[in-house]
T-cell receptor, first 111, second 115 residues
Framework: TQLLEQSPQFLSIQEGENLTVYCNSS?????LQWYRQEPGEGPVLLVT?????EVKKLKRLTFQFGDARKDSSLHITAAQTGDTGLYLC???????????FGTGTLLAVQP | GAGVSQSPRYKVAKRGQDVALRCDPI?????LFWYQQALGQGPEFLTY????????KSGLPSDRFFAERPEGSVSTLKIQRTQQEDSAVYLC?????????????FGSGTRLTVV
């Protein structure tokens, strides 16, 4: 059972466009991570956000953690074809700090 | 090794067959997780090891699934009497520091297809 819902599920855009992916939960997490996964590979960590309201920037990617630490967003500016992949948010929690992954957003950037 | 290694990369099993999936974590990594990922979906937690101790197996879907890490390094996920719904990618992740999510490195996974 997924506790983190991502929207949209699929996104196909043209190179140069902007986009936002949302990650929502009814649970509070100690921190939240975003990953990108390419076909045939494991997820690769992009960022970890810890503090409610926190905003982190990674080149053209902007990540925000909600004030209540239940939701997050990923904004990509001027998307490139190399941004294509499956974007996953993951809440960190429990005694073992296991990752609870979101439902995923499949992004396709067309040239 | 430099990364988390999983083998085999691909496995086709006939329904009812037993399979064993192997994970070689990064040398010295204490924490090891197994996840199951359906196509286009987020990975779902299966089980967690700290060294050789299996501290959490709450995500194993049935008693047909069994995982071990007898010497605190290599781990094996075994699925008995495979069924079609077991078809998925099985991911392994390891971490040097206990439970620190920033340190998780994922392997490329084993794609299991049950026919």
């Amino acid at each position: 059972t997924q506790l983190l819902e991502q929207s949209p599920q699929f996104l196909s855009i043209q190179e140069g466009e902007n986009l936002t992916v949302y990650c929502n939960s009814s649970s509070v997490f100690s921190s939240l991570q975003w990953y990108r996964q390419e076909p045939g590979e494991g997820p690769v960590l992009l960022v970890t956000v810890v503090t409610g309201g926190e905003v982190k920037k990674l080149k053209r990617l902007t990540f925000q953690f909600g004030d209540a630490r239940k939701d997050s967003s990923l904004h990509i500016t001027a998307a490139q074809t190399g941004d294509t992949g499956l974007y996953l948010c993951a809440g960190v929690g429990g005694a073992t700090n296991k990752l609870i992954f979101g439902t995923g957003t499949l992004l396709a950037v067309q040239p | 090794g430099a990364g988390v290694s999983q083998s085999p990369r691909y496995k086709v099993a006939k329904r009812g067959q037993d399979v064993a999936l192997r994970c070689d974590p990064i040398s010295g990594h204490v924490s090891l997780f197994w996840y199951q990922q359906a196509l286009g979906q987020g990975p779902e937690f299966l089980t967690y090891f700290q060294n050789e101790a299996q501290l959490d197996k709450s995500g194993l879907p049935s008693d047909r699934f069994f995982a071990e890490r007898p010497e605190g390094s290599v781990s094996t996920l075994k699925i008995q009497r495979t069924q079609q719904e077991d078809s998925a990618v099985y991911l392994c992740a390891s971490s040097l520091v206990w439970g620190h999510p920033d340190g998780y490195t994922f392997g490329s996974g084993t794609r299991l297809t049950v026919v």
